[in-house]
């Protein structure tokens, strides 16, 4: 009797993973690896490593290096992210190789004599660059956790770049929308033109610069990138184009190794990014939040689960912006941010029939950060899992490459609070806390997060799109979790998105009934209607069959889940 009542349990626990309603669109499925980024050919890169007997950390190096060529705008040796692992002993781990400020920085530095922002100084150019970390981070997590050499894992990606790689419609669409960029700078466009012109859908696009570059850092390991000559070039680069970038940047730099942020839900375990992510604090906190509303009662997308999601949003987006940076440089009060009591304090505040004013929270002061980023997730037969976000911050970064390195170099450098108060180039401004300090690492909305029940993966999941990077994870998790979608829905299925200020919702098409939207009109709310957003990366694995389910988001149509 006791069995049967177990069984029934698990079965009414895990029914939503097996068939919870017809669906649109089938995940991929493997029952021993998966891969899910948004470029194909880097994906497949990945299951061919796992394929061959290396495990997700082996995998996610495979991938990070490959996306570095197959997916210029936003995989990058020129940037800096973070990983969050679950390994198959249980333990979790996050690694933080955000970009730093050079040391020569200073809080001033984008302002003219008048105190004001100077236009582009942030985002275009080599004043906008921080000291990359990609390199630094794959290396650590390749040397702490994988098994395979850095010159197995990096074949492939140098293979790409040497010999090139058929671009597709997907690939093309985000060349074609910065053609005059790249005709700016003539090391970029002898790259990323044809002869002058577009690529078409077809062409052949070869990265032999790029090749060159991967070759010494696959030989000579991390030194070739922060000791030797690729660092060499940058620096020099930089010091010709009123860059602050120093040898002594990059022999400084360092990754960081810490504990995952950590909260439950409904009886999961959300294992995310701490700072200098905000992602990780602020998911966690809208979790707390949400956890006692029963929005599968309440309906998708309905009056009022939307009601209480973007109450949450709103007041988490409130104390991210607050309180959270850089912990080298601030203090950040994140036991008490993810505290399910302070969300019961928040919970008291929401009105069930009333839109809250944002300006009732505080101060106006919005987020600052860029929106063009690249995540992907990796799952092994062993149980473990690995969680990567990495960018360049803006789409191609700052545009430049220097000299014949063959990559583009980040503008992270307008993460920061170039002046408190003000507002970068995608509306968002921060305080205080995220200003600019030699060494510091700006403050990150990337939330590469994994999820567990009793020790088992069950989810692994993460986006680009500057602050809608939360949003974004949390309603595709919402959506596995609570309306029991299978995953390649879950990550298909439209957004919203509310960060405190500006108080509205941004909304993707379709994202509400008309009615929906009536009503939530009449409590207060106001919409702005947006264009798509965002790239999920997600898998699921069937926690009774162990069955591995992969999802490519849609709106990243160069992307696929591979399983193997």
Same mark, same amino acid.
């Given at each position: *009797?006791? &069995?049967?009542?177990?069984?029934?349990?698990?079965?009414?626990?895990?029914?939503?993973?097996v068939a919870p309603f017809v669906v649109a669109a089938q995940p991929a499925s493997s029952k021993l690896g998966m891969v899910a980024s948004e470029q194909h050919l880097a994906s497949d890169i990945g299951a061919n490593i796992l394929?061959?007997?290396? /495990?997700?950390?082996?995998?996610?190096?495979?991938?990070?290096?490959?996306?570095?060529?197959? /997916?210029?705008?936003?995989?990058?040796?020129?940037?800096?992210?973070? *990983?969050?692992?679950?390994?198959?002993?249980?333990?979790?781990?996050?690694?933080?190789?955000?970009?730093?400020?050079?040391?020569?920085?200073?809080?001033?530095?984008?302002?003219?004599?008048?105190?004001?922002?100077?236009?582009?100084?942030?985002?275009?150019?080599?004043?906008?660059?921080?000291?990359?970390?990609?390199?630094?981070?794959?290396?650590?997590?390749? &040397?702490?956790?994988?098994?395979?050499?850095?010159?197995?894992?990096?074949?492939?990606?140098?293979?790409?770049?040497?010999?090139?790689?058929?671009?597709?419609?997907? !690939?093309?669409?985000?060349?074609?929308?910065?053609?005059?960029?790249?005709?700016? @700078?003539?090391?970029?466009?002898?790259?990323?033109?044809?002869?002058?012109?577009?690529? @078409?859908?077809?062409?052949?696009?070869?990265?032999?610069?790029?090749?060159?570059?991967?070759?010494?850092?696959?030989?000579?390991?991390?030194?070739?990138?922060?000791?030797?000559?690729?660092?060499?070039?940058?620096?020099?680069?930089?010091?010709?184009?009123?860059?602050?970038?120093?040898?002594?940047?990059?022999?400084?730099?360092?990754?960081? *190794?810490?504990?995952?942020?950590?909260?439950?839900?409904?009886?999961?375990?959300?294992?995310?990014? %701490?700072?200098?992510?905000?992602?990780?604090?602020?998911?966690?906190?809208?979790?707390?939040?949400?956890?006692?509303?029963?929005?599968?009662?309440?309906?998708?997308?309905?009056?009022?689960?939307?009601?209480?999601?973007?109450?949450?949003?709103?007041?988490?987006?409130?104390?991210?912006?607050?309180?959270?940076?850089? %912990?080298?440089?601030?203090?950040?009060?994140?036991?008490?941010?993810?505290?399910?009591?302070?969300?019961?304090?928040?919970?008291?505040?929401?009105?069930?029939?009333?839109?809250?004013?944002?300006?009732?929270?505080? *101060? &106006?002061?919005?987020?600052?950060?860029?929106?063009?980023?690249?995540?992907?997730?990796?799952?092994? &037969?062993?149980?473990?899992?690995?969680?990567?976000?990495?960018?360049?911050?803006?789409?191609?970064?700052? @545009?430049?490459?220097?000299?014949?390195?063959?990559?583009?170099?980040?503008?992270?450098?307008?993460?920061?609070?170039?002046?408190?108060? !003000?507002?970068?180039?995608?509306?968002?401004?921060?305080?205080?806390? /995220?200003?600019?300090?030699?060494?510091?690492?700006?403050?990150?909305?990337?939330?590469?997060?994994?999820?567990?029940?009793?020790?088992?993966?069950?989810?692994?999941?993460?986006?680009?799109?500057?602050?809608?990077?939360?949003?974004?994870?949390?309603?595709?998790?919402?959506?596995?979790?609570?309306?029991?979608?299978?995953?390649?829905?879950?990550?298909?299925?439209?957004?919203?998105?509310?960060?405190?200020?500006?108080?509205?919702?941004?909304?993707?098409?379709?994202?509400?009934?008309?009615?929906?939207?009536?009503?939530?009109?009449?409590?207060?709310?106001?919409?702005? %209607?947006?264009?798509?957003?965002?790239?999920?990366?997600?898998?699921?694995?069937?926690?009774?069959?162990?069955?591995?389910?992969?999802?490519?988001?849609?709106?990243? %149509?160069?992307?696929?889940?591979?399983?193997?």
């Amino acid at each position: *009797m006791i &069995k049967h009542r177990i069984f029934v349990g698990l079965f009414f626990l895990y029914s939503f993973w097996v068939a919870p309603f017809v669906v649109a669109a089938q995940p991929a499925s493997s029952k021993l690896g998966m891969v899910a980024s948004e470029q194909h050919l880097a994906s497949d890169i990945g299951a061919n490593i796992l394929r061959q007997g290396g /495990n997700a950390v082996d995998a996610a190096v495979a991938v990070g290096y490959a996306l570095a060529v197959v /997916n210029p705008c936003c995989g990058n040796i020129g940037g800096g992210g973070f *990983m969050t692992l679950h390994l198959a002993n249980g333990e979790n781990i996050f690694i933080n190789f955000r970009e730093r400020a050079p040391l020569a920085a200073k809080s001033t530095m984008f302002l003219d004599a008048a105190g004001n922002l100077v236009p582009g100084a942030s985002t275009v150019g080599y004043l906008a660059v921080a000291t990359p970390g990609t390199v630094l981070g794959l290396e650590t997590a390749l &040397k702490k956790y994988g098994t395979f050499s850095r010159e197995k894992l990096m074949a492939p990606a140098i293979q790409l770049a040497e010999k090139g790689y058929i671009l597709t419609a997907g !690939d093309i669409k985000l060349l074609d929308a910065h053609i005059d960029d790249f005709k700016k @700078q003539s090391n970029v466009a002898a790259i990323f033109l044809k002869n002058n012109k577009p690529y @078409q859908v077809g062409d052949r696009l070869m990265q032999a610069n790029l090749a060159t570059s991967l070759k010494l850092i696959s030989r000579d390991g991390v030194d070739a990138f922060y000791k030797g000559q690729i660092a060499e070039k940058i620096v020099k680069a930089s010091q010709q184009n009123h860059g602050l970038l120093s040898m002594e940047d990059f022999a400084a730099y360092s990754v960081n *190794m810490l504990p995952p942020v950590t909260c439950s839900y409904h009886g999961y375990t959300i294992i995310s990014a %701490p700072p200098p992510s905000s992602g990780g604090v602020t998911l966690c906190e809208m979790l707390n939040i949400i956890e006692k509303y029963p929005l599968k009662k309440l309906g998708f997308h309905s009056v009022m689960s939307t009601h209480y999601i973007v109450e949450a949003m709103r007041y988490s987006f409130y104390d991210r912006n607050k309180y959270l940076g850089d %912990p080298d440089f601030v203090k950040n009060p994140v036991a008490e941010l993810t505290s399910k009591s302070y969300a019961a304090e928040i919970r008291d505040k929401i009105k069930p029939d009333r839109a809250t004013p944002s300006s009732e929270l505080g *101060m &106006k002061a919005e987020l600052h950060e860029g929106m063009h980023t690249t995540h992907y997730s990796v799952t092994d &037969k062993w149980g473990n899992a690995v969680s990567v976000t990495y960018t360049l911050n803006s789409f191609f970064g700052a @545009q430049v490459i220097a000299g014949d390195t063959g990559f583009f170099l980040n503008n992270e450098m307008d993460d920061f609070a170039s002046k408190p108060g !003000d507002k970068n180039q995608f509306g968002l401004v921060q305080g205080a806390v /995220n200003a600019i300090a030699p060494g510091k690492r700006p403050l990150s909305s990337m939330t590469p997060t994994i999820i567990t029940q009793n020790g088992h993966v069950v989810m692994v999941v993460g986006c680009p799109g500057g602050p809608r990077i939360i949003t974004a994870t949390m309603e595709v998790i919402l959506n596995v979790l609570d309306y029991r979608m299978n995953v390649q829905d879950a990550v298909n299925a439209s957004r919203f998105h509310h960060q405190w200020y500006p108080d509205s919702i941004d909304i993707e098409p379709n994202a509400f009934s008309p009615q929906t939207m009536k009503a939530l009109k009449h409590m207060g709310y106001r919409f702005v %209607p947006l264009p798509e957003w965002g790239a999920v990366e997600a898998i699921t694995i069937n926690p009774l069959t162990h069955v591995q389910y992969g999802a490519n988001d849609k709106r990243r %149509p160069a992307g696929k889940a591979t399983g193997y």
